[in-house]
């Protein structure tokens, strides 16, 4: 079922892409979008997407630990880490 799904999303991608307005008008792009993140979702395997979903948060806060620990600025000071 997956299968014929992302066939489906493939071919309305391919119509919107042909349109001679995709480029200016923001409502094709915006359609263009939705479909693209469905495929993803249709072809994506559901365990990638858990662990995806479960590592999502580490990253911007260890990105607020570093700035909070200033370590950006002891980096640049001593040319690396």
């Given at each position: 079922m997956?299968?014929?799904e992302a066939r489906e999303i493939l071919k309305s991608l391919n119509n919107l892409v042909?349109?001679?307005s995709f480029?200016?008008?923001?409502?094709?792009?915006?359609e263009a979008v939705r479909l693209s993140k469905a495929l993803t979702a249709t072809v994506e395997?559901?365990?990638n997407v858990a662990m995806e979903l479960a590592f999502?948060?580490?990253l911007?806060?260890?990105a607020r630990i570093a700035v909070d620990l200033n370590l950006f600025e002891h980096i640049a000071n001593h040319n690396g880490p």
């Open positions: 997956a299968n014929l042909s349109d001679s480029g200016s008008n923001p409502k094709i792009k915006q395997e559901p365990e999502s948060t580490f911007p806060m260890s």
